[in-house]
């Protein structure tokens, strides 16, 4: 194989590995993890994909040798911000340090100077909307990395000059373009799928509202409701049981069964009033608004009772029921904060009934320690 073929298969290898930060990235900002969060993870990510690329050189011509560590550094600093660069910068520092030679330094300032022309790019360029030349213009500022050449031997210098420098560039700039552009497109799919979940209200499968719809919903209700003396908020909390184990055992669509059947044994007993959603914790959430204490919580005890009295039939011919109770609150006002409420229900929640003590005394139908703990609240 000669020199040329070599280099450019050596090159696409080079890029496929750097092709997994787009995908990583698709993956993280889609889970349940912050977006901060996210990119601090990224940027580990990323560090170690620089990590990889200096131990995966790509050889010119025989002793012209280079690697494309400062990709992976300029789309850190361009597409996560500082929280993702700063691990990003910290692996791949240690990693140059750990190498060593003569040129350390001047590879440590490269690094530097490749996630700040990512910044700066991502600062030029804003929110607007990166097309081709935004792109191409990352590509072209990502050779400013190439600046730690003025910490190397004033010989050694101006032989990387006049021979690797622009090899380098030639490949550094459709390098950082390409796997910009894959990032770009990840982007572009969340924020999409992002804007397309806060519009929708209703989930589907189950017919319960979302945590964004109910939190409006809420905050519509308290800006128009009067204010009353001796009226608040009631929330009634459940779990249905462990959402992994249960579409592990019981199939995939078993979960939305056991909410969707939940949601219609609830909204029968508790009442048209009543709003009924499911958390960012996969709980039902029961909301009952312009209410009194007394009255609220024996609606929601009620409701429940008749919820969770029976089991759910599952499409494999099982039977489910919740394995907790659920934990109920009441707070006075119409301006309630809803993960006040939240905290304040979960606290209240009861643990699973498989505790040891429970069974050791005999526990108590379900039933009945809903309505002792109903009354305790009432008390």
Same mark, same amino acid.
């Given at each position: 194989?000669s020199v040329e073929? =070599?280099?450019?298969?050596?090159?696409?290898s080079?890029?496929?590995?750097l092709?997994?930060?787009?995908?990583g990235?698709?993956?993280l900002?889609?889970s349940?993890l912050?977006?901060?969060q996210?990119?601090?993870?990224?940027?580990?990510? &990323?560090?170690?994909?620089?990590f990889i690329?200096?131990?995966?050189p790509?050889?010119?011509?025989?002793?012209?040798?280079?690697?494309l560590r400062?990709v992976?550094v300029?789309?850190?600093?361009?597409?996560?911000?500082? *929280?993702g660069?700063?691990?990003?910068?910290l692996?791949a520092i240690?990693s *140059?340090l =750990?190498?060593?030679?003569?040129?350390?330094?001047a590879g440590?300032l490269?690094l530097f100077?490749? $996630?700040?022309? $990512?910044?700066l790019?991502? *600062?030029l @360029?804003?929110?607007?909307a990166?097309?081709?030349r935004?792109?191409?213009?990352?590509?072209?500022?990502?050779?400013g990395?190439?600046?730690g050449?003025?910490?190397?031997?004033?010989? @050694?210098?101006i032989?990387?000059? =006049?021979?690797?420098?622009?090899?380098?560039?030639m490949?550094l700039v459709?390098?950082v373009?390409?796997?910009?552009a894959?990032?770009?497109?990840e982007?572009?799919?969340?924020d999409?799928?992002?804007?397309?979940?806060?519009?929708?209200?209703v989930?589907?499968?189950? $017919?319960?509202?979302t945590f964004?719809?109910? =939190?409006r919903?809420?905050?519509?209700?308290a800006?128009?409701?009067?204010?009353?003396?001796?009226? $608040?908020?009631? %929330?009634a %909390?459940l779990?249905?049981?462990?959402?992994r184990?249960?579409?592990r055992?019981?199939?995939?669509?078993?979960?939305?069964?056991?909410?969707?059947?939940l949601?219609?044994?609830?909204?029968?007993?508790?009442?048209?009033g009543?709003?009924?959603?499911?958390?960012?914790?996969d709980?039902i959430v029961?909301?009952?608004t312009g209410?009194?204490r007394m009255s609220a919580?024996?609606?929601?005890?009620?409701? &429940?009772h008749?919820?969770?009295i029976?089991?759910?039939?599952l499409?494999?011919?099982?039977?489910l029921?919740?394995?907790?109770?659920?934990?109920?609150?009441?707070?006075?006002?119409?301006?309630?904060d809803?993960?006040?409420l939240?905290?304040?229900?979960r606290?209240e929640?009861?643990?699973?009934?498989?505790?040891?003590?429970?069974?050791?005394?005999g526990?108590?139908?379900l039933?009945?320690q809903l309505f002792?703990?109903a009354?305790?609240?009432q008390?």
């Amino acid at each position: 194989m000669s020199v040329e073929l =070599q280099t450019f298969t050596e090159w696409f290898s080079s890029l496929a590995i750097l092709a997994v930060l787009a995908s990583g990235y698709g993956l993280l900002r889609r889970s349940r993890l912050s977006e901060n969060q996210a990119h601090t993870l990224l940027g580990g990510i &990323f560090g170690a994909i620089a990590f990889i690329e200096m131990h995966m050189p790509l050889e010119v011509s025989p002793g012209l040798i280079f690697d494309l560590r400062a990709v992976p550094v300029v789309l850190a600093g361009a597409f996560l911000g500082w *929280r993702g660069l700063l691990p990003c910068l910290l692996i791949a520092i240690a990693s *140059r340090l =750990q190498i060593g030679g003569v040129g350390a330094p001047a590879g440590v300032l490269g690094l530097f100077l490749a $996630g700040s022309m $990512g910044l700066l790019w991502a *600062r030029l @360029v804003g929110n607007r909307a990166r097309d081709g030349r935004a792109i191409v213009l990352l590509g072209v500022m990502a050779v400013g990395g190439l600046g730690g050449i003025v910490l190397l031997p004033y010989d @050694v210098a101006i032989w990387s000059l =006049q021979n690797i420098l622009p090899v380098i560039a030639m490949a550094l700039v459709p390098s950082v373009a390409i796997i910009a552009a894959l990032l770009e497109r990840e982007v572009r799919a969340v924020d999409t799928e992002k804007r397309l979940k806060a519009s929708v209200s209703v989930d589907p499968e189950t $017919g319960l509202m979302t945590f964004d719809t109910l =939190q409006r919903e809420l905050a519509h209700r308290a800006a128009s409701a009067a204010s009353m003396r001796d009226t $608040g908020t009631a %929330l009634a %909390l459940l779990r249905p049981g462990s959402t992994r184990w249960i579409s592990r055992v019981h199939g995939a669509g078993a979960l939305a069964v056991v909410r969707g059947a939940l949601r219609e044994r609830l909204a029968r007993s508790a009442g048209p009033g009543t709003l009924l959603a499911l958390t960012d914790r996969d709980e039902i959430v029961a909301v009952m608004t312009g209410v009194d204490r007394m009255s609220a919580l024996a609606t929601l005890r009620h409701a &429940f009772h008749e919820t969770v009295i029976s089991p759910v039939t599952l499409p494999d011919g099982n039977t489910l029921r919740p394995d907790h109770l659920p934990g109920m609150t009441w707070e006075p006002g119409s301006r309630t904060d809803l993960n006040s409420l939240l905290t304040t229900a979960r606290a209240e929640m009861c643990a699973p009934r498989g505790r040891k003590a429970e069974v050791a005394a005999g526990p108590k139908p379900l039933s009945d320690q809903l309505f002792e703990r109903a009354a305790r609240l009432q008390g």
